[in-house]
Nanobody
């Protein structure tokens, strides 16, 4: 299976910034769309951001628009999530995900993604 590994999480104060990275392991035979999701304690998994194969199309959950930016470096098999102006309500485990090759892409729907990373904890203190 495709393996994804996230990094960059940590503890920051409100208003601070973090940059998350997600790197695909092994050889990739095609460049795939990628998404970021998060899950806070006691809450359902929530869509955060997604990016198309070329990087030309991006999608954001309303609460992070203007604060978070998703980007990718296909030469490095890596997707990034730049998070600025962090709020305590952003505290969650953040996971990256991708879809199987040849499958339709539904950017915001977590149950349509096929491969997931282990997640990285982001904690924002007030």
């Amino acid at each position: 299976q495709v393996q994804l590994v996230e990094s960059g999480g940590g503890l920051v104060q409100a208003g601070g910034s973090l940059r998350l990275s997600c790197t695909a392991s092994g050889r990739t035979f095609s460049i795939l769309p990628m998404g970021w999701f998060r899950q806070a304690p006691g809450k359902e998994r929530e869509f955060v951001a997604a990016i198309s194969r070329s990087g030309g199309s991006t999608y954001y959950e309303d609460s992070v628009k203007g604060r978070f930016t998703i980007s990718r470096d296909n030469a490095k098999n890596t997707v990034y999530l730049q998070m600025n102006a962090l709020k305590p309500e952003d505290t969650a485990v953040y996971s990256c995900a991708t879809v199987s090759g040849g499958r339709a892409w539904y950017p915001t729907l977590g149950n349509k993604y096929d491969y997931w990373g282990q997640g990285t904890q982001v904690t924002v203190s007030s």
